[in-house]
């Protein structure tokens, strides 16, 4: 994420070990310079000593020629961005030098093979801040600015990056058609437009099989095409038939951002990691799933990259973190993440493992939103309460304060939106407190194959060092809110090299 909040860069190689050209030969010279929008345009610019100029000269010049108003300047970051690694960066950092440093950063963040590093190539894009809340985009208006978060939001949405319910992704679709083509066209037009521009154009790519090959395109001529076709056109109209007066560009931009907004990892930067399977079979078989774990000014995402929806998602008031680094050959860097659930009935605390090079990044990024948080909370006005407040509570999760008042933090509710949480579904470390030690949880075992009697659970001790901390010292799962037990000390268990 954004590069030294999250984690320094290592520094340049030497130019005995580096085939890169020198910044020497780019300081006098003026180049070009493409900066891509999230759509398929770029802004083109002319840029003097292109190899020492910062992101905050290169903001001003992309403003200008995007006729960006100046109390818009904080809606928008430069990011650097490849298939492989996406890093938002800060105003003093210089692109050019770190498009030299991208090997190495892909060496440090991602698994992939040298292969696919030596090839991989990143661009310049202006994209949506991470740090600028949500509730400030819906008072913006110039629809300049709201058709960029517009188009950035859209392709999140197509892509499958923001996984959201069929009613949700539909009625987008329908307003992203009336956008691109007006509203009031009749039956037989609209779905002559529609078949022109195709459904990829307007639903994700998992709905509409655009990226399935030549299986999805021979099963799209079939009835659940026609299905979605009649779907949206059936939104569409109720868009064009709904009040007297037609809505302006504006407020279509700002209906689209705002049901954007009711998806929790809406404006989150994301990362990539795999997580454990639970085990399935007789023998006790397991791997992991790749997961994309969004980050935001409210909290922790974790999503199924194949089935596209939530797996765990909690604000900051909901969970503990830390980092671990690998310890030997062959470990993982693991970004844990605790929070508070259930095992037959029983309150346990939970412990989920994230296996992922980039989790010292995510850890930097989770520390910086706390502090921004914390600063919010401190201050008489802040500008990040419209993030970060009860009422822009994540959909499927239960408020915080019901269980504030006994010393827990509040659980999570499961549901069938793919925006709730699947915590039955994931693989944790369950700890139960029962008043004088913490103990694992054991997970239940299947009734046998012979007796099929079940068995009652039973518990062990985990060997671990306790200890014991209060907030004022160091602890090894960092808490980002807790109020509850300012006035108290709290026991927590620290994983040896991430082994249970």
Request: aromatic share 8%.
């Amino acid at each position: 994420m954004e590069g030294d909040e999250c984690g320094r860069f290592p520094p340049e190689p030497s130019e005995g070990k580096s085939q890169r050209g020198s910044v020497a030969s780019s300081v006098t010279r003026a180049q070009d310079v493409l900066v891509y929008l999230v759509g398929d345009s770029a802004v083109h610019l002319c840029v003097e000593g292109v190899g020492c100029v910062s992101v905050q000269e290169l903001g001003h010049s992309v403003r200008e020629a995007l006729h960006i108003p100046d109390s818009a300047m904080d809606v928008f970051a430069f990011w650097l961005c490849s298939p492989l690694l996406e890093l938002q960066l800060k105003p003093k950092h210089q692109p050019y030098k770190l498009c030299r440093q991208w090997q190495d950063l892909l060496y440090r963040f991602t698994e992939a093979s040298e292969e696919d590093i030596s090839q991989d190539e990143p661009s310049l894009q202006y994209r949506r801040n991470v740090f600028y809340p949500k509730s400030k985009e819906l008072q913006i208006e110039d629809e300049g600015v709201l058709r960029l978060l517009y188009d950035e939001a859209r392709v999140n949405i197509l892509a499958g990056r923001f996984p959201c319910d069929p009613e949700t992704w539909m009625g987008l679709g329908a307003l992203s058609f009336a956008l691109e083509l007006g509203i009031g066209l009749d039956d037989q037009k609209a779905t002559a437009a529609l078949r022109e521009k195709k459904l990829i154009s307007f639903l994700p790519v998992h709905v509409s099989g655009g990226g399935g090959g030549l299986f999805s395109t021979l099963r799209g001529k079939g009835g659940r095409q026609a299905g979605l076709e009649h779907n949206l056109l059936e939104e569409y109209r109720k868009i064009s038939t709904s009040g007297s007066t037609p809505l302006e560009p504006t407020q279509r931009l700002r209906q689209y951002l705002s049901t954007c907004h009711s998806l929790p990892y809406y404006g989150c930067a994301f990362f990539s990691g795999e997580i454990d399977k639970p085990a399935q079979g007789i023998l006790y078989r397991a791997g992991r799933k790749a997961v994309n774990v969004g980050i935001s000014l409210e909290g922790v995402y974790v999503i199924d990259v194949k089935e596209k929806h939530v797996l765990l998602g909690l604000r900051f008031s909901e969970l503990s973190w830390d980092h671990s680094y690998p310890e030997g050959e062959g470990d993982s860097h693991i970004l844990w993440l605790e929070f508070d659930g259930e095992e037959a009935g029983t309150p346990v605390n939970k412990l989920l493992k994230i296996y992922s090079k980039q989790a010292e990044l995510m850890s930097g990024l989770i520390e910086f939103c706390v502090e921004l948080r914390s600063a919010a909370e401190g201050g008489t006005t802040t500008e990040t309460d419209g993030a970060v407040g009860p009422s822009h509570q994540p959909a499927g999760q239960a408020g915080g304060s019901g269980g504030e008042g006994n010393g827990r933090r509040g659980k999570l509710r499961r549901q069938n939106s793919v925006v709730c949480s699947r915590v039955h579904t994931l693989n944790t470390i369950s700890y139960v407190d029962n008043g004088k030690e913490i103990k694992r949880l054991k997970p239940k075992r299947a009734a046998s194959f012979f007796t099929r009697q079940a068995q009652p659970p039973t518990y062990s001790a985990v060997q671990m060092e306790l200890i014991y901390y209060d907030y004022v010292q160091y602890h090894p799962l960092r808490r980002m809110q807790h109020s509850w037990e300012t006035k108290q000390h709290r026991a927590l268990y620290c994983l040896k090299g991430g082994r249970s």
